[in-house]
């Protein structure tokens, strides 16, 4: 006869303890699940462009299937820093100033291991990306969030200065903003670096929706150069070309902060897809002004969203950048948001992302959704239409 040992599992204490699936995982499967018109995580329902497509296939055909350098294909930093001189007039130094990395999300979590130690303390604004506060739990820093009220969701720079303590490691800043779709102004920019030059410490600014800005003056760290030399700017192809699914994404920043996301960088990923990036190489040095009509691409997509919903009973926030539209939904129903995107799902066949689960603390009753534009015109009148059944 033979016994089954028994085990004893060692205790498992979680790192995040109060970390869950994300709420884009969740409404995606639920839409899903339910056959309702998904604008709730945010990527394209529509494909990126063909000839990338093409330049793709014929990376992988044509032997580009081996590491790339740790610090990614010199190519394709050279057609980043050509892309961020035309953009924003900066010249940035190819070899030691841009690193290629799998996604934003990689960069962030790179720049954050490598800058915080146990204790120190980190800038947020609330709402803020789901991705920041676990990255800074996990290399033992502290969260302290400053709050955007609506409608502009700028910042509050008296409230901003309150928080800056002599632990302040890094603020972590994002503009254009998900979720909310709104956008600092310059002004804004060179209000944070009047705060911050005499302390010691870092901005990270994740950019990634940076070409998706409406206004007509365009912001970002780029521009300002004395924050520049103080900051990690953070983009991603996966928006500016309709990809979000490659996850290819780079950082900018000067020599001494790059050397150290560098550090790790290479144990984390190594490098980046090689084909892909080989291919985002070519197409950018062969149509180097396309990201510079992503703004009006995505105007058109806000306008027809926001025309289709004029006259349905739902508020329609401000959305100055992003592919994010904020609604109001406070004249239609008293559930909290997080219900109310479950019951939208169920009785009107659409999937929006609840703007609550982004706040340490969210504001009373506030009852605001999130919906993603980033959709075939068709797909946004049939969700308009359901919305304005309501
Ligand atoms: N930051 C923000 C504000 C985002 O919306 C996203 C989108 N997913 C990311 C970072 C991560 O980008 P990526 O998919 O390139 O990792
Ligand atoms: N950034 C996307 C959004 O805000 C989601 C990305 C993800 O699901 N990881 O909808």
Redesign the pocket.
């Known amino acids: 006869m033979t016994t089954t040992p028994s085990f004893t599992s060692p205790i498992l204490l979680s790192k995040l303890p109060a970390t869950g699936v994300?709420i884009?995982?969740r409404m995606s499967a639920l839409a899903n699940e339910k056959g309702a018109i998904n604008l709730s995580?945010?990527f394209p329902d529509f494909p990126p462009d063909p000839r990338l497509l093409e330049r793709a296939s014929q990376a992988l055909l044509t032997g580009n299937n081996q590491y790339s350098p740790m610090t990614g294909l010199p190519l394709l930093r050279e057609a980043i820093a050509g892309l961020i001189a035309r953009h924003y007039g900066r010249s940035v130094h190819v070899a030691d100033e841009i690193t290629v990395t799998s996604g934003a999300s990689e960069a962030i979590f790179d720049a954050i291991t490598a800058l915080i130690k146990p204790g120190d303390e980190v800038v947020l604004f609330d709402p803020a990306y789901d991705l920041y506060e676990p990255a800074v739990t996990l290399a033992g820093g502290v969260c302290k969030r400053v709050t955007l009220t609506a409608p502009s969701f700028r910042p509050d720079w008296y409230a901003f200065l309150e928080v800056l303590s002599d632990k302040t490691r890094l603020v972590l800043i994002n503009t254009p903003h998900?979720?909310t779709g709104s956008c600092w102004l310059a002004e804004d920019l060179e209000q944070l670096w009047q705060a911050v030059q005499h302390h010691d410490l870092y901005v990270l600014s994740d950019e990634v929706y940076e070409f998706i800005q409406f206004n007509d003056e365009v912001v970002s760290v780029h521009k300002h150069p004395e924050l520049a030399q103080r900051s990690i700017v953070v983009s991603s192809f996966g928006k500016s070309f309709h990809l979000t699914g490659w996850k290819v994404g780079y950082v900018v920043a000067p020599a001494n902060l790059t050397a150290e996301l560098r550090k790790v960088h290479q144990y984390v990923t190594f490098c980046t897809a090689t084909p892909l990036q080989q291919a985002l190489a070519e197409h950018l040095l062969a149509l180097p002004e396309e990201s510079a009509g992503l703004a009006g691409f995505y105007r058109q997509k806000r306008d027809l969203l926001r025309n289709a919903l004029a006259n349905s009973r739902f508020h329609l926030l401000p959305c100055d950048g992003t592919y994010f539209q904020l609604l109001d939904y406070s004249d239609i129903s008293d559930l909290d948001d997080v219900a109310f995107c479950e019951w939208l799902i169920d009785e009107i066949g659409v999937a929006a992302?609840p703007i609550s689960v982004f706040y340490q603390t969210p504001p009373d009753n506030q009852r605001v959704i999130r919906l993603?534009f980033a959709k075939a015109d068709d797909t946004l009148m049939e969700a308009a239409q359901r919305l304005s059944a309501l």
């Open positions: 994300t884009f995982s995580q945010g998900n979720p992302i993603c």
